[in-house]
Each structure stands twice: as structure tokens, then as C-alpha cells.
């Protein structure tokens, strides 16, 4: 193969390309925005009804955790919350991922001037509350 001007010239802009592409990619997938749990829901959770023995739900940073029994979790990523507050609770979506990459949801209402803080999952009775 003979390197003239012409090919130099191709190559370069090949390469230009290769990296603009790339770099698009990145910034669109990549460079997600950081998720942060409100504080006042950081921590783990549980209640008292039986069908949730062994059973707790715990929020980080970042990460949601179910505790499933026998010493088992199922531990997901966080992608996005929405928040809608009124004066006596607040109605909380969490959207994330398990490490399969599947999308679920969370929503939860939370009361923080009840028992320093409860929570329902949404269409659920049953109160969680945190350990101590």
C-alpha cells in the first residue's frame, strides 16, 4: 500500500469520526446523572406483619436493597426518584434496575411526623418502620 497525502488525509478523518462517535456515546450513555435518596429515607426498614418475617428494605445513596430471608438480598441501582410532598407526607417513585439490567419501580407514601417516620409501599396496609 502506498501512503500519500490523500490517505493521510482520509486516515485523519476516519479517525475524527471513530472519535466523535465515540464520545457521543459516551456522554449519552455513560454520564448519568447521580441519583441521591432524600436522608430521611437512608437506612433499613421493617415491619411487623408476618408475611414479611426475615424481611426488610433497605435504602442507601444510591442503591435499593430487598432483604428476601435465609440471609439473602437482592441489591438494585437506583436511576430516578420523583418526589410530590403535601403537609403531612410525601409520595416517593423510585426507579431502578436489579443487576440484570431490568426496570422496576417503588412507590411508597411516607410519613415523617408519624413514629419518627413510616412508610406504606403503595396499595399496601402495612406499616415499615426503621431499625434501630
Known amino acids: 500500500m502506498i501512503i500519500n497525502e490523500r490517505t493521510i488525509a482520509e486516515n485523519i478523518?476516519?479517525?475524527w469520526m471513530v472519535g466523535?462517535?465515540?464520545?457521543?456515546?459516551?456522554?449519552?450513555?455513560?454520564c448519568q446523572q447521580e441519583v441521591n435518596v432524600p436522608s430521611e429515607i437512608i437506612g433499613t426498614w421493617n415491619t411487623s406483619s408476618a408475611k414479611y418475617k426475615d424481611r426488610y428494605i433497605q435504602f442507601t445513596e444510591n442503591a435499593l436493597i430487598f432483604g428476601l430471608g435465609n440471609d439473602q438480598a437482592s441489591v438494585n441501582v437506583i436511576k430516578k426518584i420523583k418526589n410530590e410532598k403535601d403537609q403531612l407526607m410525601r409520595f416517593f417513585t423510585f426507579y431502578y434496575r436489579d443487576l440484570e439490567g431490568e426496570k422496576w419501580?417503588?412507590?411508597?407514601?411516607y410519613f415523617p411526623y408519624q413514629d419518627n417516620g413510616v412508610f406504606q409501599l403503595q396499595n399496601r396496609n402495612e406499616l415499615w418502620k426503621r431499625c434501630l
Request: glycine content about 10%; overall charge positive.
Open 13 to 15: 478523518k476516519r479517525y
Open 105 to 109: 419501580t417503588l412507590s411508597i407514601l
Open 20 to 30: 466523535i462517535v465515540t464520545f457521543g456515546l459516551a456522554a449519552l450513555f455513560g
